[in-house]
Structure formats: structure tokens, C-alpha cells
């Protein structure tokens, strides 16, 4: 009976160890990213190169992200700005304000051409519908 117990408590260590996964070693499609995304009222475009906007001080910015809710009554055309980067598992949005950069830090737990789930610092998931 002790053997057997030996025997298990060794397979739980080595299972426990076999679960844990490098994140350094994960890697998503960087081009699953570009297009439209939907969660409920809120929207991400993700684009492939950069655009030019103009802030409403008059400054012209390049960024490669836009987000808005139509839940809150803002569309496309009136969308926050950001730049995103995906290394690994770390989706980064830096929010472009008129005077500020905001960063916001992501953990990208799926990404295929049709979903986009990821965690946010508060510890909420968000699940992304491509739509475009």
C-alpha cells in the first residue's frame, strides 16, 4: 500500500510540472489580429499598417488600432486611438490621448481568424467576434 501511494504522490509531482506552460514559448498569428472585432457594444479594429488621424488639438498621429463602444454613442469615425504590439502571450494597446499615452497590458489566452479571447489587468476576459 505504501508503494502504491509513493507511486502516485511521484505521478501528481510530475503531472503538475508537465501542466505548467513557458510563455515565452507561445506564440499567436500576428495576422489572425487585423480586421474588425466585436464583444457586445464594443469594437477593436486591429490594421496591418499604420493610419493617419488628426487629434482634436490639430496634431496628426500614426497608430495602428482603433476602439469604441456604440453602446455609449461614439462610432468609428470618433474611435480612441491606440498602438498595439502581440509578443508572445502580451497583447499591448498604448491609448493615444492629446497629450498622453496610456498603456494598457493584455494576456492573450486564444487567437484563431475568428476569436480573440484575452485578460485584462482586473483579471476580466474578454471574448472578441471577428466581424470584418
Not at 488639438?57 to 488600432?65: E, M, Q, R
Not at 462610432?75 to 496610456?102: C, R, S, Y
Request: charged share 20%; hydrophobic share 35%; glycine share 6%.
Amino acid at each position: 500500500m505504501k508503494k502504491l501511494l509513493h507511486i502516485f504522490l511521484c505521478l501528481v509531482v510530475v503531472l503538475s510540472f508537465c501542466a505548467c506552460r513557458d510563455d515565452s514559448e507561445v506564440n499567436f498569428n500576428t495576422s489572425f489580429l487585423y480586421g474588425k472585432w466585436q464583444e457586445g457594444t464594443v469594437y477593436e479594429r486591429y490594421y496591418d499598417t499604420l493610419i493617419e488621424r488628426v487629434l482634436p488639438n490639430g496634431d496628426t498621429v500614426k497608430v495602428n488600432g482603433t476602439t469604441w463602444d456604440v453602446g455609449d454613442d461614439v462610432n468609428e469615425d470618433e474611435a480612441q486611438l491606440f498602438n498595439w504590439t502581440l509578443t508572445g502571450p502580451t497583447l499591448k494597446h498604448e491609448h493615444v490621448g492629446t497629450f498622453v499615452v496610456i498603456p494598457k497590458l493584455y494576456s492573450v489566452d486564444m487567437l484563431t481568424s475568428q476569436t480573440l479571447v484575452y485578460t485584462d489587468d482586473f483579471g476580466t476576459t474578454h471574448h472578441f467576434s471577428k466581424v470584418e
